[in-house]
Protein backbone atom coordinates (compact mmCIF):
# COMPACT_ATOMS: atom_id res chain seq x y z
CA UNK A 1 0.00 0.00 0.00
CA UNK A 2 0.81 3.58 -0.44
CA UNK A 3 1.05 6.59 2.47
CA UNK A 4 1.08 9.85 1.74
CA UNK A 5 2.53 13.09 3.09
CA UNK A 6 1.29 16.45 1.93
CA UNK A 7 3.20 20.10 2.35
CA UNK A 8 3.43 23.25 0.74
CA UNK A 9 0.50 24.83 3.00
CA UNK A 10 0.48 27.90 4.28
CA UNK A 11 -0.92 31.85 5.05
CA UNK A 12 -1.08 33.65 2.07
CA UNK A 13 -2.68 36.81 0.23
CA UNK A 14 -5.93 36.93 -1.62
CA UNK A 15 -4.42 36.95 -5.36
CA UNK A 16 -0.97 34.77 -4.01
CA UNK A 17 0.28 31.47 -5.29
CA UNK A 18 0.81 28.23 -3.24
CA UNK A 19 2.44 24.48 -4.62
CA UNK A 20 1.34 21.44 -2.65
CA UNK A 21 2.81 18.69 -2.96
CA UNK A 22 1.80 14.66 -1.76
CA UNK A 23 4.94 12.80 -1.57
CA UNK A 24 4.21 9.00 -1.60
CA UNK A 25 6.21 6.11 0.08
CA UNK A 26 5.48 2.23 0.03
CA UNK A 27 4.44 1.12 -3.53
CA UNK A 28 4.98 3.72 -6.41
CA UNK A 29 2.50 6.14 -7.32
CA UNK A 30 1.92 5.38 -10.87
CA UNK A 31 -0.24 2.91 -9.42
CA UNK A 32 -2.22 4.91 -8.39
CA UNK A 33 -4.85 7.74 -9.72
CA UNK A 34 -4.78 10.92 -7.23
CA UNK A 35 -7.23 12.91 -6.04
CA UNK A 36 -6.99 16.59 -4.03
CA UNK A 37 -9.81 16.79 -1.89
CA UNK A 38 -10.17 20.12 0.58
CA UNK A 39 -12.12 20.73 4.14
CA UNK A 40 -13.08 24.05 5.38
CA UNK A 41 -14.07 23.85 9.28
CA UNK A 42 -18.08 22.97 9.75
CA UNK A 43 -18.08 22.15 6.25
CA UNK A 44 -18.16 18.94 4.11
CA UNK A 45 -14.85 17.12 2.28
CA UNK A 46 -14.90 18.62 -1.69
CA UNK A 47 -13.18 17.62 -4.88
CA UNK A 48 -10.80 19.70 -5.56
CA UNK A 49 -8.99 17.81 -8.80
CA UNK A 50 -7.69 14.32 -9.87
CA UNK A 51 -5.16 13.28 -12.07
CA UNK A 52 -4.91 9.84 -13.81
CA UNK A 53 -2.16 7.73 -13.60
CA UNK A 54 -0.49 8.46 -16.47
CA UNK A 55 -1.29 12.48 -16.07
CA UNK A 56 -3.07 12.46 -19.00
CA UNK A 57 -6.81 13.24 -17.48
CA UNK A 58 -7.18 16.08 -15.12
CA UNK A 59 -10.82 16.82 -13.74
CA UNK A 60 -11.07 19.87 -11.80
CA UNK A 61 -13.75 21.58 -9.55
CA UNK A 62 -15.62 24.51 -11.42
CA UNK A 63 -14.85 26.12 -8.38
CA UNK A 64 -10.57 26.10 -8.95
CA UNK A 65 -11.10 25.92 -12.39
CA UNK A 66 -8.65 27.37 -14.53
CA UNK A 67 -6.72 29.00 -11.20
CA UNK A 68 -5.57 25.51 -10.15
CA UNK A 69 -3.29 22.53 -12.00
CA UNK A 70 -2.81 19.22 -10.68
CA UNK A 71 0.34 17.45 -11.85
CA UNK A 72 2.46 14.61 -11.37
CA UNK A 73 6.12 13.08 -11.49
CA UNK A 74 5.83 9.53 -11.11
CA UNK A 75 9.36 9.23 -11.54
CA UNK A 76 9.60 11.59 -7.69
CA UNK A 77 6.16 9.86 -6.73
CA UNK A 78 5.05 12.96 -6.04
CA UNK A 79 1.60 14.89 -7.13
CA UNK A 80 0.96 18.75 -7.11
CA UNK A 81 -1.48 21.16 -7.10
CA UNK A 82 -0.76 24.23 -7.94
CA UNK A 83 -2.94 27.27 -6.87
CA UNK A 84 -2.53 30.41 -8.09
CA UNK A 85 -4.99 34.01 -7.90
CA UNK A 86 -6.09 32.33 -4.51
CA UNK A 87 -9.43 33.64 -3.21
CA UNK A 88 -9.98 33.57 0.72
CA UNK A 89 -12.94 31.28 0.08
CA UNK A 90 -9.78 28.59 -1.03
CA UNK A 91 -8.85 28.48 2.62
CA UNK A 92 -9.38 24.83 3.92
CA UNK A 93 -7.18 21.90 4.79
CA UNK A 94 -6.25 20.77 1.49
CA UNK A 95 -5.59 16.67 1.34
CA UNK A 96 -4.32 14.09 -1.16
CA UNK A 97 -5.09 10.83 -1.73
CA UNK A 98 -4.67 7.48 -3.79
CA UNK A 99 -7.19 5.46 -5.93
CA UNK A 100 -5.63 2.29 -7.80
CA UNK A 101 -8.52 3.06 -10.45
CA UNK A 102 -7.39 1.40 -13.69
CA UNK A 103 -9.87 3.66 -15.83
CA UNK A 104 -8.49 6.63 -17.97
CA UNK A 105 -10.90 9.38 -16.08
CA UNK A 106 -10.00 9.57 -12.32
CA UNK A 107 -12.88 9.55 -9.84
CA UNK A 108 -13.95 12.56 -8.04
CA UNK A 109 -15.85 10.91 -5.28
CA UNK A 110 -13.80 11.01 -2.02
CA UNK A 111 -15.57 7.37 -0.82
CA UNK A 112 -13.72 5.56 -3.53
CA UNK A 113 -10.27 6.98 -2.68
CA UNK A 114 -8.99 4.30 -0.05
CA UNK A 115 -5.49 6.16 1.41
CA UNK A 116 -4.87 9.54 2.40
CA UNK A 117 -2.46 12.19 3.88
CA UNK A 118 -2.78 14.29 6.81
CA UNK A 119 -4.12 17.07 4.82
CA UNK A 120 -2.00 20.87 5.21
CA UNK A 121 -3.08 24.06 5.82
CA UNK A 122 -3.96 26.30 3.75
CA UNK A 123 -5.51 30.02 4.70
CA UNK A 124 -6.14 32.92 2.50
CA UNK A 125 -6.28 36.15 4.22
CA UNK A 126 -8.90 39.12 2.16
Known amino acids: QVQLVESGGGLVQAGDSLRLSCAAS????????VGWFRQAPGKEREFVAA????????PYADSVKGRFTISRDNAKNTAYLQMNSLKPEDTAVYLC???????????????????WGQGTQVTVSS
Open 97 to 115: AADPHLGGVPRTTSSVYGY
Open 51 to 58: ISRSGAST
Open 26 to 33: GRALYNYA
